[in-house]
Structure formats: C-alpha cells, structure tokens
C-alpha cells in the first residue's frame, strides 16, 4: 500500500457559531518513497492535515492509513507505538528535552524502543546538520536553528517509515537549510522513506518530487517536479 492516505478527511474545531471546517473532505495519497511538500497560505489547513495524517490530531470525519494500518480504528497506546515505531517528527516546536545534551536528545527515540543506534548513520546526521562540535550542549545552550538540526536528527536516526516535517528549515539561514533538505532527500532515497513536508518556502519546496496546495480546506491543485518558480 501507499506510505499514507487520506480519504474524504475533514476537521471541524469548535461548535456553532465558532465552528472552523480546517479540512473539507481532503484525498491524499503519499505513496512509499515520495518527498511531497504542503503549501498554501496561513489558515489554509496544512497543519491540521499534518497532525491528523501523524496521529496527533482526531480528524471528524474520514480515514487516515499509514501503510495497512486505519489509524482511527487504533487505541491511544497502539497510536503511541505507531508513531514511535513508523514515524519521525520534525516540528517547529522542537518537543526537545531540556535536561538532556543535544546527544542524548538525538538517541531518545532509539533508547525509548531500546535498539542500537546505527553507528554509521548517526556519525553521517551529526556530520550532516553540523552538530558534532554541539553534542554535550543542552537545548538552552543552542541557537534556533541548532535546536531544530538536533530535531531533525533526532527524526532521522529511528530510520522512520514516514517523516513529517513542518516548516523544517523555518529557522536556519538559507545555506544550512539547503544542506539539510538534499541530505534529507538523499537520506530517504537512500532508504525508502517518505516525508512529508509542510512549507512556506519555495526554494525548500522545490526539494521535494511533488507539491499539492491547500486553500480553505480543500486541496485545489498539485504540480509534480516543482522548481522555485513554477510552486510561486
Ligand atoms: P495552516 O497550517 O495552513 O496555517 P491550520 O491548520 O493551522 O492552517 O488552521 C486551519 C484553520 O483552523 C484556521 O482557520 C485556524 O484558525 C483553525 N484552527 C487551527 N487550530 C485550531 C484550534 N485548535 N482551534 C480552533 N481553530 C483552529
Ligand atoms: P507517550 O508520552 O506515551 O510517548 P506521546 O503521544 O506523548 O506518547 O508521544 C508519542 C510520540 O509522538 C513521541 O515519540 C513524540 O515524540 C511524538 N509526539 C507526540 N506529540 C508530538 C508533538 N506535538 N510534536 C512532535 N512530536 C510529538
């Protein structure tokens, strides 16, 4: 099956008056291995289609599957062990801890589902998002940008099955940012991993194999191939 699929998916906040419809009946299919970006203007949606594709978010109505696997039909705990197991999280909001070094942050999803990290990969994120000569560092002693290197690392290094990324290089300078998203798309070829990326930004969009657009709740349209100009 695809790596994610949304079907007829909507999402209403609040009740009368003060109801929201954030999501109006979207389809979406991520298949295995695809790097798709999310854009469209601010209220359009895009992260409340992210938080019900990963599990954090109930949507109303509609179905989610990551893989074979309906999410709606899964308890609280077999959602947590679905996203522990299949799932990596590049967030804005880092959900770093801060009594831990950036090391420690990075290898907590191995050490929650107690397996070994694989050592060449590790040396490789570190390397990579340029984070060697900060590993003891706690997430107060880090800059944004940094704090947001040591999240997508951290997403890495479980080798996810899906990667959700929401404006991922939002804090880092615009060389940084490219370094991460082509290992990042290097890194998921590499190993078949699919990564959805919500972003504002063309030049990170145009990293990605295909972008669709939200507007209003509704996906409206999607181009294949993108480059800066033509996702404008
Ligand atoms: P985007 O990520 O594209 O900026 P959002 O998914 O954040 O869009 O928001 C879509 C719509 O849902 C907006 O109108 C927003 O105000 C509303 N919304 C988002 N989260 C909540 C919430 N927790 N409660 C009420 N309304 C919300
Ligand atoms: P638990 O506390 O039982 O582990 P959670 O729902 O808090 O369950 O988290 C499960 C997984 O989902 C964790 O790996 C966590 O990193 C991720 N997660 C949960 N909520 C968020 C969030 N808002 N942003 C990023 N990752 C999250």
Redo the contacts with the bound molecule.
Sequence with gaps: PPAVVATNLT?V??HGDAE?H?LRGVNVTFATGAFTAIM????????????CLAGLDTATSGTVHIGDVELTGLTDRQLTLLRRERIGFVFQAFNLLPTLTAEQNIRLPLDISARQADQVLLDRVIDTVGLRDRLAHRPTELSGGQQQRVAMARALISKPQVIFADEPTGNLDSRSGAEILSFLRTSVRELGQTIVM?THDPVAAAYADRVVF?RD?ELITEIAAPTPQSVL
Aim: proline residues 5%; aromatic residues 4%.
């Design positions: 999402k906040y609040g929201v954030a469209g203007p601010s209220g359009s949606g895009k992260s409340t289609l992210m938080h919500v939200l709740g």
